[in-house]
């Protein structure tokens, strides 16, 4: 796999930058093997122990909408999964060929109502958000959905 | 995900362990909806081995709190939530929507 050093100011560490990538079926069962992909890399980028736990929490949402919304749970679709280390930390990319995707469009669930007025749509979306440091999404015929999140190394207390 | 109920004289004890996500998420929401369909909703959910909650989860334990305060019957409490998932509580505005013991022989005892 592709691994290169970018030239670094004196006192900045080196900036590597490894990319992993691997296909799985669009269904729950792949959901652990996912996710147990996505932390092996994530510890190699040197992410805490709560990164890589906002991590798996965040692909687990982000698989599972593409299962239930991209595909609408029905078999045959993919997932694609590349993840790559660089001087921020972890970028992760999700790629799926389902039904268009639009992520402004997914409504923020309502936190501060009562109990009954509680909806929770959205609520993966959100929590996906949250825990990452960037989210971005694009859509093409060519390319599909292209989800892509980042979440940062902590910088050394 | 490991589940364990048990009754008791004025609620139903429900301790989960392991990763609460999309499947096994299924199998916590069929056991609160057997306690609730038989009539009973003072149900403790001890969290104490819970690593990690998704929405699937969440939404199961907001689902189960709607039907348990319906009419004032009753609710579910939350015991022994570790930290981790007590800050996805935090960050999806729960908190303010179920009464938190330390462990679950206090959350008992309080109904």
């Not at chain 1, 990319?93 to 109990?115: A, C, M, W, Y």
């Not at chain 2, 909806?33 to 907001?62: C, K, Q, T």
Request: hydrophobic share 40%; glycine share 8%.
């Amino acid at each position: 796999m592709p691994e290169c050093d970018v030239p670094q100011a004196l006192d900045e560490e080196p900036c590597k930058r490894l990319e992993r990538a691997a296909v799985f079926p669009a269904q729950c069962e792949s959901l652990a093997a996912i996710i147990a992909f996505v932390t092996e890399v994530a510890h190699q980028a040197g992410l805490s122990a709560d990164a890589v736990q906002a991590v798996q929490l965040a692909v687990d949402e982000a698989c599972m909408n593409i299962i239930e919304h991209a595909y609408r749970g029905t078999e045959g679709g993919n997932i694609e999964c590349r993840c790559a280390i660089d001087s921020r930390g972890l970028v992760i990319t999700l790629i799926d060929h389902g039904i268009p995707f639009e992520l402004d469009k997914v409504p923020q669930p309502r936190l501060s109502v009562n109990l009954e007025e509680r909806s929770e749509r959205g609520l993966g979306v959100y929590i996906m958000c949250r825990l990452m440091d960037e989210v971005r999404h694009t859509f093409s015929p060519q390319s599909g959905n292209v989800l892509t999140m980042v979440k940062y190394r902590e910088a050394p207390g | 995900m490991n589940l364990t109920t048990s009754q008791h004289k004025r609620c139903d004890l429900i301790k989960v362990s392991g990763r609460l996500d999309n499947a096994s998420a299924t199998r916590l929401g069929d056991a609160l909806n057997a306690i609730i369909e038989a009539g009973r909703f003072n149900i403790v959910l001890d969290m104490g081995g819970v690593e990690y909650i998704s929405s699937a989860g969440l939404r199961v334990l907001i689902d189960a709190q709607k039907a348990c305060k319906r009419w004032n019957r009753g609710e579910v409490v939350l015991a022994n939530v570790p930290q981790p998932v007590r800050e996805v509580l935090d960050l999806v505005g729960f908190t303010p929507l179920f009464r938190f013991f330390d462990d679950s022989t206090a959350a008992v005892g309080s109904f």
